[in-house]
Nanobody, 113 residues
Framework: VQLVESGGGLVQPGGSLRLSCAAS????????MRWYRQAPGKERELVADINRFGGSTNYADSVKGRFTIFRDNIKNMVSLQMNSLKPEDTAVYYCNVASTKYWGQGTQVTVSS
């Protein structure tokens, strides 16, 4: 199993970023997928998840209305569109195959002026 995140970077408050996670080595469409984040000195937290077919999503209260998770079961990718970014969104963001030990390496998102 391989999960490779991309799309992180430095953005000003109020800006947008799109994170992507390319998955391989398993039947992607058979699993729900999740995005987590971990800020310095804090525990890893679940940001968003999406079911196998993309028809059901859930979000942490802190990102509702600003972030959107979506997936492409043909390209084996899950993405996180992040809008109206705030400094408190600064963290390393990780892609995860739901309820498994499989994680990506993480991508840094920094929101700062």
């Amino acid at each position: 199993v391989q999960l490779v995140e991309s799309g992180g970077g430095l953005v000003q408050p109020g800006g947008s970023l799109r994170l992507s996670c390319a998955a391989s080595g398993f039947t992607f469409s058979s699993y729900a997928m999740r995005w987590y984040r971990q800020a310095p000195g804090k525990e890893r937290e679940l940001v968003a998840d999406i079911n196998r077919f993309g028809g059901s999503t859930n979000y942490a209260d802190s990102v509702k209305g600003r972030f959107t998770i979506f997936r492409d079961n043909i390209k084996n990718m899950v993405s996180l569109q992040m809008n109206s970014l705030k400094p408190e969104d600064t963290a390393v963001y990780y892609c995860n195959v739901a309820s498994t030990k499989y994680w990506g390496q993480g991508t840094q998102v920094t929101v700062s002026s």
